[in-house]
């Protein structure tokens, strides 16, 4: 009796769960769809002259950096798991996952612009020029800064996902002893390693990979910053057309976020039907063992990794103070801290970024921690790709959607309606983040602890969650670190009554403002990572005050 | 091809595992290495496959001091890969992403097409499985499992085999049958074999036993 009534109490808490996360992204979906679908917009779109050359550069753009962040992830992987260095590989992930992709794409452009750091470091001396020349290195019309900077995003994103795969204890210790047989049979390392562990990881990474292919597709922000202008991306371009106030180029623009929409979908069967066909050839392996010795050297892919990473990080640093900083010179003439004062002076951008990162995180935690403790496997399982939406959908044809929705409930402009959108944007990457710690524990710890005579809550409290406080703690940080880097939300939502440091920020990287760009860009930047440092923190194991003799 | 086993010592930074451990086995003999938990058997086998270090990642790394050697050729410096000595681990490792035929012909040496199927459809044969090679290893029974686990090990043709308690997760009717399996193809497989077990039943040649864990 009691067993039963527990079981539906659970079922009911469930329910009550999936509805307050379904409802919201259904409807929001169903509205864009909904906007997106007028055929005249759809005759519009066709005969659009720049539809064309826009599809063709953002399937480039997007299956080209797609292509490229997961082999160079596979490649770093693959040497860290052969060679044991996967918990050094993984030190500096945090800082590089909290990176926002616009703050790495104007660090990028501060760089590789034709006045930026690059060009300083080699001029006069290496090349003679004593201006800026006029190349077009990081708005290029074939997308390749574009390209280069989600490559270098995306493969921190695709490392740490593997990691929370490779972090789990059962998990590892399986595939270890996996590898080590696969030697026994004859196997060099890193072969073994491509043919055992590697299909059994990449099928764990289908759906942070299709994130990574339909960001790809359909980024704004970065293409904003750095991708090509004229033409743009097709992202681009519908985001150009929902600026509009004529609801004829409205619409069309919302048809274009349809399309984007389609293209992911076709482009995700496309690259999930040919790493099929990989695996099936790959299964057989042919019997070949390959060669025992180590490829030397090969190391420098993390370093090169790191060193963009740290480049803009001192290029927004150094940005952010610099006066007077005429071309060939490497440092600024005059350092200033007027963009700074200019931050400070408009708090109110930082409070709603913080106020808003901390709150759809902290909401989005507690529903994924719920959602994982109450839902059965089998739902959970059914309902992971309506939950995972948002992160495949257009973010162009997202907002349109939130737009929507919020005009019927009056919500846009809102504080209610910010925090709503941000924290539907959140909970896949938390869900994401935490699922495979939560779902890994082992369950015989709860009938363990159920046989001491302790209560559900208790275990909860003092067992469970204090084990997995650090994979907590990291999904939280993950949370807040994509909420401070939303820019459509926040932009369509905000109805221009609220700016978060990425509007501001990538507002200003159009404009010659140099050091109040970096401003915005290192502060969108630092925020993430003090949330990491912070999540780090929290979630450090416990330290024993007597240890072993 | 007789392997033989000379630990000086097998140890962590400050506890002596095993010490001065002399051993040989002949071809298609069977050594028993016996002793209770924590006696270091499963990490002699590791000294002497070379995995030593990717097995005991984690824990505190141990390191060896002695020699392996097969026929007279020294193979202590040898990584794992080119040792050609086959390890049956405690659990039957099969492969979840490959089906029953791939986990075995993933072992069989390269070779022409026709020629490894074959192997593989001889293999499964042997081991009573005919028809099974398009299944999913999960759907198989523990038994089932564990002899396309000692199939895969013998189809890579190792020039020795260990097996780490090959029979401890087996039930009391079925470790009999799959014992009288494993040394059956071991004996015909003509390669030293060195077993560990805490069981005296498991036993395989009375007169090739070591006990481990026993001080002189």
């Known amino acids: 009796m009691r067993l039963s009534s527990n079981v539906s109490r659970r079922h009911l808490g469930a329910g009550a769960l999936l509805a307050l996360a379904a409802v919201p992204v259904l409807w929001t979906a169903l509205e864009a769809l909904k906007t997106g679908s007028h055929p005249a917009a759809w005759r519009a779109l066709a005969q659009d002259p720049a539809l064309t050359h826009a599809a063709l550069l953002t399937l480039w753009t997007g299956l080209a950096s797609t292509l490229l962040a997961w082999w160079g992830a596979a490649a770093l992987l693959a040497r860290g798991f052969v060679r044991q260095r996967l918990a050094r590989l993984l030190r500096g992930l945090p800082v590089m996952l909290a990176t926002p992709h616009a703050a790495l794409a104007i660090g990028f452009l501060f760089l590789l612009a034709p006045s930026g750091w690059l060009l300083r470091a080699l001029s006069p001396w290496l090349t003679g020029f004593d201006s800026p020349p006029p190349w077009a290195t990081t708005q290029d019309p074939w997308g390749l800064g574009l390209i280069a900077a989600l490559v270098i995003k995306e493969i921190p994103f695709l490392l740490w996902t593997a990691a929370t795969q490779l972090q789990r204890d059962d998990v590892r210790q399986r595939w270890r002893a996996e590898h080590a047989l696969a030697q026994t049979l004859g196997y060099a390392p890193r072969r073994a390693f491509w043919l055992v562990l590697w299909p059994q990881l990449a099928s764990r990474l289908r759906w942070p990979l299709l994130a990574v292919l339909a960001y790809g597709l359909t980024v704004v922000d970065m293409a904003l910053v750095i991708g090509p202008a004229t033409p743009p991306t097709l992202a681009v371009l519908a985001w150009q057309w929902l600026q509009d106030a004529d609801p004829a180029t409205y619409a069309q623009g919302a048809a274009t976020g349809v399309l984007l929409a389609l293209m992911v979908l076709a482009c995700s069967a496309l690259w999930l039907a040919s790493q099929q066909l990989h695996r099936r050839a790959l299964a057989h392996g042919h019997g070949v063992r390959g060669p025992v010795e180590r490829t030397p050297g090969s190391g420098i892919g993390l370093w090169l990794l790191l060193g963009v990473y740290a480049a803009v990080l001192l290029a927004l640093a150094v940005g952010s103070v610099s006066g007077v900083w005429a071309f060939p010179a490497v440092w600024p003439q005059s350092f200033t801290t007027v963009a700074w004062e200019q931050v400070a002076q408009s708090s109110g951008t930082v409070l709603t970024t913080l106020w808003l990162a901390a709150g759809s995180s902290a909401v989005a935690l507690v529903w994924s921690v719920a959602w994982l403790e109450l839902a059965p496997r089998r739902w959970d399982d059914a309902m992971r790709p309506l939950l995972y939406l948002p992160l495949v959908l257009p973010a162009v044809l997202w907002v349109v959607g939130l737009y929507g929705v919020g005009l019927q409930l009056r919500l846009e402009g809102q504080v209610s309606g910010l925090l709503i959108a941000h924290t539907l944007m959140v909970l896949p990457y938390v869900l994401l983040s935490l699922s495979p710690a939560y779902l890994g524990f082992d369950p015989r710890y709860a009938q363990l602890n159920a046989s001491l005579g302790r209560s559900g809550g208790a275990f909860l409290l003092r067992v469970k969650w204090p084990l997995l406080k650090r994979a907590l703690a990291s999904a939280t940080a993950v949370g807040f670190a994509v909420s401070v880097a939303q820019y459509l939300p926040t932009l369509y939502l905000g109805a221009g009554r609220f700016a978060s440091v990425t509007t501001e920020a990538v507002t200003l990287a159009s404009g010659g403002q140099r050091s109040l760009t970096s401003a915005y860009a290192g502060l969108q930047l630092a925020l993430p990572v003090l949330a990491f440092a912070l999540a780090a923190w929290l979630g450090r194991p416990r330290r024993f005050t007597h240890s072993a003799a | ?216």
Do not use: Y
């Open chain 2, 1 to 216: 091809m007789t392997l033989a086993v000379h630990i000086h010592r097998l140890a962590t930074r400050d506890h002596t595992l095993v010490q001065d451990l002399r051993f040989e086995v002949a071809p298609g003999r069977i050594l028993t290495l016996m002793g209770p938990s924590g006696s270091g058997k499963s990490s002699v086998l590791a000294a002497i496959a070379g995995t030593l270090h990717s097995v005991t990642e984690g824990s505190e790394a141990l390191r060896f001091d002695g020699a392996v050697t097969l026929d007279g050729r020294d193979l202590t410096r040898l990584p794992t890969a080119q040792r050609g000595i086959g390890l049956l681990f405690q659990d039957d490792l099969l492969f979840a992403h490959m089906t029953v035929a791939e986990n075995l012909l993933f072992a069989v040496p390269a070779g022409p097409k026709r020629e490894r199927l074959a192997a593989v459809a001889q293999a499964l044969d042997e081991a009573g499985l005919a028809g099974f090679g398009a299944r999913d290893p999960a759907t198989l029974s523990g038994g089932q499992r564990a002899r396309v686990a000692l199939m895969r090990a013998l189809l890579a043709r190792p020039r020795a085999l260990l097996l780490d308690e090959p029979f401890s997760k087996l039930d009391a009717a079925l470790r009999d049958q799959f014992r009288a399996f494993v040394f059956d193809h071991l004996r015909d497989s003509g390669v030293p074999a060195v077993l560990v077990t805490h069981d005296a039943a498991d036993v395989a040649d009375p007169s090739l036993v070591v006990e481990l864990g026993r001080a002189g």
